[in-house]
C-alpha cells in the first residue's frame, strides 16, 4: 500500500494537467502538498490505497466539492476517478 501511495504522490507532483480545488487552479506541486497534508490527518483511517484516495483526493471536506483533473484539452475528470485509473496501471504494470 504504502509503495502505491507514493507512486501517486510522485504522479500528481509530476502531473502537467491542472488540479482544481474548490474553484482554485493549482499545479501538481501544490496539489500534492494539499494531498499530503490530508493523508497526514487521515492517517489513521487509511488502510489501503483506495482509503488514501477517498480521504486525501477526493473532495474537499469543507464545501463536498469533487477535485477535478484538467489534462491539456481534454475534459475535466474527478481527481478520484483519475487516480484511481492510475493505479490500476500501476498495478498492472508490477505484474
Not at 55 to 71: D, H, L, R, V
Not at 82 to 93: G, I, N, P, Q, T
Request: hydrophobic share 25%.
Amino acid at each position: 500500500t504504502q509503495d502505491e501511495i507514493n507512486h501517486l504522490l510522485k504522479f500528481v507532483a509530476s502531473t502537467p494537467c491542472s488540479y482544481e480545488r474548490n474553484g482554485t487552479i493549482h499545479n501538481g506541486q501544490e496539489a500534492v502538498k494539499h494531498i499530503q497534508k490530508k493523508y497526514d490527518y487521515f492517517s489513521e483511517d487509511i488502510k489501503s490505497t483506495e482509503d488514501f484516495i477517498k480521504y486525501s483526493a477526493t473532495k474537499s471536506k469543507m464545501s463536498g466539492e469533487f477535485y477535478k483533473i484538467q489534462c491539456a484539452y481534454s475534459k475535466p475528470i474527478k481527481s478520484q476517478d483519475w487516480l484511481l485509473s492510475e493505479l490500476k496501471a500501476y498495478r498492472a504494470s508490477k505484474k
